[in-house]
Every structure is written in structure tokens, then in C-alpha cells.
């Protein structure tokens, strides 16, 4: 189960990666949510999976005797995937909102705050 | 049992939730702020004196023991940091006052600020490497939104590149934290250094810690990752970038220190090799960025970048003296750059512009700026007596030492260009003639204003009193590079004898 995982999780990174690697900001947003999710899984796997029992104790045991789910790697994940979730949510934002200021998505036609050496070196040159 | 310890990140979070009621009341909301920023270098002074006293603190949250729970942990590097993160976070406070804009301050400009203090805070003090990930994020989205306040284009067009790469940077974070725990099966940093030293393969270590390697290596700006930095820290109001100056990328220096100090074996691998290859790039390839702009706040910019290689250059040297150099360097950066980008808002409102072309005739006009401008500008380059000079003394000293002679030159070259920058921005700000056509802005020349004036006069004062008697520093820094060193006192505090 986990080697399907594994698999699972690096074509999730390979596409992400090459989503990411687009100068288009919206394929980058999909390569993020892609690289994302790939994360969470990775952290499920690296937990180890149980299929058999719930990581429950009776009352008056101070441990368990038997293999249990790993319960930690969900909390982990439940926190990455909120996280995640309020990143995504303000980049989207922050994306459609330049989008809409500096009318392109494309990366290589974004020069405001950094404007090509030779008009910076014409502002910046002695009176 | 210490809950103090937590004092540092429950006052900004505290104060913020109130800020977000007083949103119509900019008074009530900057003197309300100014407050809890004195209240927490008060308890950062607080814990670094226990510290210092009687050893390290820990704080198991909730009472859970160590390995399971989250432990907060202060020893000298983390009290330091939170001490001099109270003094930017004062500083800006004050600063904020004549900086921000009504509509920032609508826009929720304190409330940010505070959260963003709020996560620095906590990833200095935590102990344990999830918790760690959970700061970085809280610090990080708040940092997104004090950056893209004003929608400008220019701020937008850094923001995005600052979100993406950041975001990045903490996937990886995500994902080395994922492998570790599934190599280990625990979080807590104490106990990883034990366990982590268990693992019979040494490859799977060290491809792991190349993971935080370059995720803290984005947030730190080390070459060849630091491309956001220039792209955003100019755009920002002046308040904000000189808290992102001073502390954000020292953010990530402090966890590259930890990692590689508490959790990763860093000899034996080729990683400290890297380090220091990365270190050297990282400190000519910023102050040669520097060399070519001329536009204030992007010199500056750059020149973090070239001053965070030399903080990563203790690391890499990796001996007491020269993490002990590391330790200081940090605290005097952070001091003198927040205190430059905060002179840079005056250069830009007495002067009326960022760009050099444009201001001139300061030292005529405003020779008050000009002595400002000078301490903190020629402390960063390195001029004996100011703190800088010691700094960069400790790190080239500790440099022969291990006879890394080539290091000790790049150190001391790049001394020498941080001049050139600096001497850059005197002259045309402050010793040129007012530039042709760009009069004296008739009738509306802003008086001095003492909001501004204070802090700055407050951090010059501390930088020259840092470079008279750098002695009580250097002592606390070198007792943070021998716990550094030594963690065994760290581990045996955290989670006992195991």
C-alpha cells in the first residue's frame, strides 16, 4: 500500500513541478494545489498505514497491545490541509487581483517593481 | 511550569484581536500597540535574564511531556532573538505612527503587524518542528497581507513573487518534515537530535536535510534562492519593510542555525562545504546587486542579502568563535538594517524620493538625517567603533583560525563594497546639490517629525553603544554558540533522560 503511495506521490510532484515551471501564473496555481495535496499524502504514508484498528485504549490500559492506525499524521494533515487551504485561498485573490491591476498572468511581462537595468539606469543616472 | 516562556507570543495575538475592534480609532489603536510592543521586549528582557541566570527554560504545553506535547524551549539564541525582535517590534511601533496611512490603518495595517510579531515570536521559541512549520505559516500570510495593503502595481508584482517562491520554500519545509517524522517517528527537536542519530543511513539524513537546507535557504535569501527579496522589499510601506528587513529572513537564518546544530549531523556529509560555498556566493552576489541600483530602499535590499552570508558563514565555519560571530552578526544586522529602512522613510519624505537621481542636498538641508544615516550605514559596513566592525571582526578571526583564508577575504572584500554602497547613498542623498528641476517643494516642506526621530534615534543609540562596550554581547553570544554546540543540555532540559 505504501509503494502505491509512493508512486502515487511523486507523478503528483513530477506534474506539479511541471505545471509550476510555466511562466502562466494560473497553471502555477494548479501545480500548487497538486504539490500540496502530493505533501499531505506523503506525510500519510510516512506515518505508516494500519488498516486493521482504530487507535482507541480501553479505559484503564495505559497502552495499546496491539498494531493500531497511526492517529498523529491526520492531525498533521488536517493542519497542512487548513493551512493549505487559507494560502490557496488568499493567493487565489492575490492572483486575480493582479490580474486585474497589471492586466497579464504572464510572469515575464510583470516588471513593475523591478523595471529592465536600462530604464532603472536612466532614472537612476546623475541629472 | 514556566509559562512565562509564553508571554512573548500570547501578548502580540492578545493585542491584535483587540486592534481588530478599534478599527475606526488609529489613536487608541497606534498607543495600544506601542504598549504591548514595550510590554514585550519587557518579558523578552525578562527571559533572556532567567536564561542567563538559571540555565534553559522549557515549557511543555498543556502540560504534556516532551516528546508527545509541544515544548516551547528558550536557551540564549532564542531569548536573544525574541529580546531584539521586542526592540524592531517597539521601534516600528513608534515608527508607524507618521508612516502609516489612514487607509492602511483601516485596512488592517496594526492588527497584521502584530500577528506577523506574533509568528516570529513563535518560531524562535518553539521546540518542536511541526509547531515550527505552523509559525512559519501564521508569520508568512501575515507578512503577504502587510505587503500587498497598498494594491500598487509595483507591490503586487512583488507580492506574487514573494508568495510563490515562499510558498515553496514551505512545501519543501512540508515534505522534509514529513520524511523525518516518517524516518523517526517524532517531531519534537530535542528528540530528533537522539533519534535522528540512530538512522544507520547516512544518505537518507543528509538528502533529508538538504530538504531544509533550501526550504530555510529561500527564507534566508542565501544564493542562489533569493530572487524575492529584491523583487518585494521595496515595495511595502517603509514601517513594514523595515520589519521584514530586520526580521523575516533572520527568521530563517535562526532555523538554518538550529537545524544544523540541534537536528542534522552537519560534518561528515559535504553539506557544511555547501554551506559554506553558499555563504561566500551569497554575500558577493548581494553587494554586487547592491553596486548597480540606485534606488534607496533596493540597495538596501540587496545588502540583506549580502549580510545574511555572513551570518551563514559562522555556521558553516562552525566553531564556538565563529557561531558566537554568527549570534552577533544577527543581532547587530538586525538593529542596524530595520534602522536604515526606517531613515530611508525620512530620505523620502525630507528628500521626496527613493531614487537617488531624484533627492540631493540633505546634509544642507537636514544635516540631523545625514548624522542618522551615517551611524547605522557605516556600523553595516564595518567602521571601528560601530557594532558592525566587531561583527565582521569575529567572523573574519574565526575565518584564520581554521585557516579559511579565501573566506576571510571574500568577508573583508565584501566589507569593503558595502562601503561603496553606502558612501553611494551619501553622496547623492545627502552631499549633491538638490538635482535641477526638483525644487524645494514650495510650502509643504514636512516638518521633523517625532514619531519617526525617536525609534531611529533610539537604534543609532544602541548601535553605538553595542560597538563601545561589545563585550556583555559577545558574552551572551558566545554563551548561545557553546549551548549551540553542545546540546546536550538543550535535549537533557527538553525531554529528560531517555
Known amino acids: ?127 | 511550569m514556566n509559562s512565562g516562556l509564553a508571554a512573548p507570543i500570547i501578548i502580540p495575538f492578545t493585542t491584535a484581536a483587540i486592534m481588530l475592534l478599534g478599527r475606526r480609532r488609529p489613536n487608541f489603536q497606534h498607543i495600544s500597540s506601542m504598549l504591548a510592543a514595550v510590554l514585550h521586549l519587557a518579558t523578552g528582557a525578562w527571559l533572556l535574564y532567567t536564561v542567563h541566570h538559571s540555565g534553559i527554560q522549557v515549557l511543555h504545553v498543556a502540560s504534556w511531556s516532551a516528546p508527545f506535547g509541544i515544548a516551547l524551549v528558550a536557551d540564549h539564541l532564542s531569548s536573544l532573538m525574541v529580546v531584539i525582535t521586542g526592540i524592531v517590534y517597539t521601534a516600528v511601533s513608534v515608527y508607524s505612527r507618521a508612516d502609516v496611512t489612514p487607509d492602511h490603518q483601516q485596512r488592517g495595517y496594526y492588527p497584521l503587524l502584530h500577528i506577523l510579531v506574533g509568528g516570529i515570536s513563535g518560531a524562535f521559541l518553539t521546540g518542536d518542528l511541526f509547531n515550527m512549520y505552523v509559525w512559519f505559516e501564521v508569520m508568512l500570510m501575515a507578512s503577504f497581507a502587510l505587503l500587498v495593503q497598498g494594491k500598487t502595481r509595483a507591490q503586487l508584482d512583488g507580492g506574487v513573487k514573494y508568495v510563490v517562491i515562499n510558498l515553496i520554500s514551505t512545501l519543501l519545509f512540508l515534505t522534509g518534515l514529513g520524511l523525518v517524522y516518517g524516518m523517526t517517528g517524532t517531531l519534537n527537536m530535542a528528540h530528533l537530535h537522539i533519534k535522528l542519530r540512530m538512522i544507520g543511513d547516512p544518505g537518507l539524513v543528509a538528502a533529508v536535510a538538504v530538504l531544509f537546507l533550501t526550504a530555510f535557504g529561500i527564507k534566508s535569501g542565501l544564493f542562489p534562492l533569493f530572487f524575492w527579496l529584491p523583487a518585494s522589499y521595496h515595495t511595502p510601506p517603509v514601517a513594514t519593510s523595515a520589519i521584514f528587513a530586520g526580521l523575516l529572513t533572520k527568521v530563517g537564518v535562526y532555523a538554518l542555525i538550529r537545524m544544523f546544530t540541534l537536528i542534522f549531523p552537519f560534518e561528515g556529509n559535504g553539506l557544511r562545504e555547501l554551506v559554506l560555498v553558499a555563504a561566500a556566493a551569497t554575500m558577493i552576489i548581494g553587494v554586487l546587486g547592491a553596486a548597480t541600483r540606485y534606488h534607496v530602499r533596493r540597495i538596501l535590499s540587496f545588502h540583506i542579502i549580502s549580510q545574511v552570508g555572513y551570518m551563514i558563514l559562522g555556521l558553516g565555519l562552525f566553531t564556538p568563535l565563529a557561531l558566537a560571530g554568527a549570534v552577533f552578526y544577527m543581532l547587530h544586522h538586525i538593529i542596524v538594517k530595520s534602522n536604515l529602512f526606517l531613515i530611508s522613510g525620512l530620505i523620502q519624505r525630507h528628500g521626496g524620493s527613493f531614487e537617488l537621481s531624484r533627492v540631493g542636498g540633505l546634509y544642507r538641508s537636514h544635516g540631523w538625517i545625514a548624522l542618522l544615516f551615517f551611524i547605522p550605514a557605516f556600523s553595516l559596513a564595518g567602521f571601528p567603533p560601530l557594532s558592525g566592525f566587531w561583527a565582521k571582526m569575529i567572523l573574519i578571526r574565526a575565518s584564520l583560525e581554521v585557516g579559511q583564508f579565501v573566506l576571510a577575504a571574500v568577508a573583508a572584500v565584501v566589507g569593503l563594497l558595502t562601503v561603496y554602497s553606502m558612501v553611494k547613498i551619501w553622496s547623492e542623498a545627502f552631499w549633491k546639490p538638490r538635482p535641477e528641476g526638483i525644487s524645494e517643494r514650495a510650502g509643504c516642506v514636512p516638518p521633523m517629525n517625532a514619531w519617526m526621530l525617536a525609534p531611529i534615534m533610539a537604534m543609532a543609540a544602541i548601535t553605538v553603544l553595542i560597538g563601545l562596550l561589545p563585550g556583555p554581547l559577545y558574552h551572551m553570544a558566545r554563551a548561545a554558540a557553546d549551548e549551540l554546540l553542545e546540546p546536550g543540555a538543550y535535549v537533557y532540559t527538553v525531554i529528560g533522560n531517555m
Do not use: C
Open chain 1, 1 to 127: 500500500m505504501e509503494t502505491v503511495l509512493a508512486i502515487l506521490t511523486g507523478a503528483m510532484v513530477a506534474g506539479s513541478v511541471f505545471l509550476m515551471l510555466s511562466k502562466n501564473l494560473v497553471r502555477f496555481i494548479f501545480g500548487l494545489v497538486l504539490a500540496s495535496n502530493a505533501v499531505n499524502l506523503l506525510i500519510f504514508a510516512a506515518g505508516r498505514l494500519e488498516t486493521s484498528r482504530p487507535p482507541l485504549i480501553p479505559q484503564d490500559a495505559t497502552h495499546v497491545a496491539v498494531a493500531v492506525a497511526n492517529s498523529l499524521p491526520q492531525a498533521l494533515i488536517l493542519t497542512a490541509i487548513v493551512i493549505g487551504f487559507a494560502l490557496l485561498a488568499f493567493i487565489f485573490i492575490l492572483f486575480f487581483r493582479t490580474y486585474q491591476t497589471l492586466g497579464t498572468v504572464d510572469t515575464e511581462a510583470m516588471t513593475d517593481a523591478e523595471p529592465f537595468a536600462s530604464e532603472d539606469s536612466t532614472k537612476g543616472r546623475r541629472p
